[in-house]
């Protein structure tokens, strides 16, 4: 699955003077040890996290008191403490840059475009800090939005967070029942909407489910103008009111920040929700903050006056993510709608004319990108970018080879791959290490990841479950409505002892790198033997008749056969033939076992509001039994598809 030459190396100049390696010899020379490589300092992270988490603090300049206590019980992963004595605010960490330059940049598809500095974004927060306390918005409160991906709702949430209330987002293409199934359970003070929203060009009202929505959740309702008529729709609801209504009475002034514990909550982020109600995922301000700036500064690289962008929307924690470059004093560049509206340029169009450092996005859109013919490479100037990161799925080793023959030569490409539960990676992009074709880079600094079998043994060069073996600050600090941790342990906890076991499949290589192979719930078991699903997608999407693949696990005579569900390019259709072809690219590109025992061809494969397939909804309605919350897809109708086939009752 390796190239035989790694398809970028850091240069004389990213080895000596990058965030990474600054930061190696500021703590090597701190902790008196000489830190030759990233192995050198990851197992110095992992071995003293009291004097490593200590050292990004300071180097990061986190604004806030340490404590006397770095860490307390660091053995135990459920009672582990990182700064327990330490004192902060997520915002104010967020906002301590200030001035004129660029703080954020905003593009709404081809019909909305602005810009707000520092002193801008630091004016909003301050008046809506005054309005959401005038409401009765306090510390432990929660305020929930169904936003797009815009800056106003970056300053609603700094303001939340600024009171040491806690911050809640979703989508605003989520259905009624998705938005009450999140919101519903945490019981918000404040409902932030926007009042429409665009998406490929069209006009997307709103109005009816955020009266549906305000009227069950019986709060107040701030409406912020977008698309529509925010005063319009605010006079409709019972306890309505604009943006520029509320805000109206205050003048911006010095902001105040509450002062709170490191365990403070500051997100609440729901699981997908496709098996049942979402779970409420509690995360930590002094946790969440501190993973970012890791991630940003010495991961990702990140300075002051950098250009951070990341396709995603308000429903998906990458959005999280992506505000924590706030901290850094990057500029974040924000894009809400179609990432191919009116065409597949207009990403890297912006890319181009804001000089983007950092490209976040998906697999699935560099895929698209691909087969849609498009080649940034001949077209845009996208000299300023030097990393470019994929997420969402495992990006496959085709999709590798594109971002250096189709995108840019000498790009690092981070795959990276962590989630909801952690907000942020287990494992990422390394300045200071090659880049080999289908391999994520490593795992992050001051995370003890490994690659166990079922047994709860270390394994090199084969599949296993990823487990973290040692506490870290990002860890959820519990889920909302589980008072006595069942929930909570039960997610993480129940495979191992005192381990966390992640639930993906994954594999370290001969680079010491990381492939993940799908999600363990989601491999297959054909004769006992566990296959990762994304190993076959790695083949049979290279083909161009094949846009998507799904694959599941069908029971059958006493075991289980591979099925693969394939949604063909226009004016394709699934015959012989091509069905020849497809099992002999995943016979000879994977293995025998990988060979489906029926292909599928389906008009459509339903995901998840950010872009993820759910093998495991098909799995449920293959074998004729309820999928418990379609709310939670971008595209449940497509579910239909695949219940009472004729071609799986042989």
Known sequence: MTSEKPLWEPSAEILTKSPMAQFMKTAGKAAGRD??????LHAWSVEDRAAFWTAVWDDCGVIGVQGNVALENGDRMLEARFFPEGRLNFAENLLKTAGPGDAIVFRGEDKVSYRWSWDDLRARVSKLQQAFAALGVREGDRVAAMMPNMPETIACMLATASLGAIWSSCSPDFGEQGVLDRFGQIEPKLFVTCDSYWYAGKLQDVSAKVQAVAGKLGVPVL????AGDA???????????????????????PLTFAQLPFRHPLYILFSSGTTGVPKCIVHSAGGTLLQHLKEHRLHCGLVEGDRLFYFTTCGWMMWNWLVSGLAVGATLCLFDGSPFHPDGNVLFDYAEAEKFAVFGTS??????????????LTTHDLSSLRLLTSTGSPLS???????YEGIKPDVQLASISGG????????????LRPVWRGEIQGPGLGLAMDVWNEDGHPVRGEKGELVCTRAFPSMPVMFWNDPQGEKYRAAYF?????????????????HDGIIIHGRSDATLNPGGVRIGTAEIYNQVEQLDEVLEALCIGQDWDDDVRVVLFVRLAPGVVLDAALEKTIKTKIRTGASPRHVPAKIIQVADIPRTKSGKIVELAVREVVHGRPVKNKEALANPEALGLFADLEALRS
């Open 35 to 40: 830190f030759r490589t990233f192995d050198d």
């Open 223 to 226: 409406v912020v103008h977008y």
């Open 420 to 431: 909801t539960d952690i907000v942020s990676c287990f494992v990422l992009g390394i300045p």
């Open 231 to 253: 005063e319009a729709l605010a006079a409709s609801l019972a306890d309505g009111r604009s943006l520029e209504a509320l805000t109206a009475p205050y003048e911006a002034k």
């Open 363 to 376: 697999a699935k859109y560099i895929d698209a990108v691909r087969k849609g013919g498009f080649t940034p």
């Open 397 to 403: 080793p085709e999709g590798f080879t594109f971002v």
């Open 494 to 510: 129940e495979r191992f002892d005192n381990i966390w076991c992640h639930g993906d499949f994954a594999e370290w290589t001969s």
